[in-house]
């Protein structure tokens, strides 16, 4: 994988200015309390909600989440993964970002072989997981139909990002897939000159901090083979090369 300079300007002047006095835990939970309760977002309210109330037949013992998934991970994390939005009976089940569907059983094994995650697997918010330097946000925080959030939907969630990153300032962004990576694009400038997502592509933000990109671990690209273990192990261990370039 090589590296190359993205031209962007920072449009958000706050966005590394948080007062060194912010703890990131607390600031982290204050952040959460609030997405769960988030109801921006009218076509997303009612579709989590239905999905929770309808419930797939292997989940029918199951009580859902049905709200928006908060972040989860590290406070202290120097890695931030940007995913695109709740699996329906995942984490819309679950309530903790990918976590109970194949997107997760994907994902983890990969964090823990890089000593990201002090476990594989992940399965509810009460198996013990626990992250290491890492922080997994997303683009929206509530299931959208079809896996399709609209343009005002991202838009309406994009605060809870941003403030994610003021609290976390992290050294190196994992976008997984292309909404999560123009999403972080759109809130580091207007006027983006030579970002262009690909597998493996490495940008540094004029931020002096690092943007990675990776497929989607979903199915659709873990079953066809677009994404390989092997092409997302590569993908962690370049986050952690990119932490030693601080
Ligand atoms: S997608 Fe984001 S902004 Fe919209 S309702 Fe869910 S949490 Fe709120």
Redesign the pocket.
């Known amino acids: 994988m090589s590296s190359s300079k993205c031209q962007v300007q920072l449009l958000l002047k706050t966005l590394y200015l948080t007062p060194k006095y912010m703890i990131p835990h607390k600031s982290l939970n204050q952040l959460n309390s609030e997405?769960i309760v988030?109801?921006?977002?009218p076509r997303?309210?009612v579709w989590r909600e239905e999905v929770a109330r309808v419930k797939r037949r292997a989940y029918k013992d199951q009580e859902y989440w049905g709200k928006?998934v908060p972040g989860f991970g590290d406070a202290s994390a120097r890695v931030l993964v940007v995913g695109l939005a709740p699996g329906a009976h995942g984490s819309n089940r679950t309530g903790r970002a990918f976590t109970g569907d194949a997107s997760g059983e994907f994902l983890y094994p990969a964090l823990y072989r890089a000593g990201f995650a002090d476990q594989p697997t992940a399965v509810s918010r009460g198996d013990g997981l626990t992250l290491k330097d890492l922080y997994i946000a997303a683009a929206?925080?509530?299931v959208p139909p079809d896996n399709k959030?609209t343009p005002e939907?991202l838009n309406?969630?994009q605060p809870?990002l941003q403030r994610e990153m003021e609290i976390l300032k992290p050294k190196v962004i994992v976008c997984l897939g292309r909404i999560a990576f123009d999403r972080i694009v759109k809130m580091y400038s207007a006027k983006n000159r030579g970002c262009k997502f690909a597998h493996g592509a490495v940008y540094e933000l004029m931020t002096g901090h690092w943007l990675l990109c990776s497929y989607h671990p979903s199915q659709q690209n873990t079953l066809t083979g677009k994404l390989t273990v092997q092409m997302f192990d590569d993908i962690w261990v370049k986050a952690k090369e990119l932490l030693l370039n601080e």
């Open positions: 997405i988030c109801r921006k977002c997303l309210v928006p929206a925080r509530c959030p939907e309406n969630c809870y």
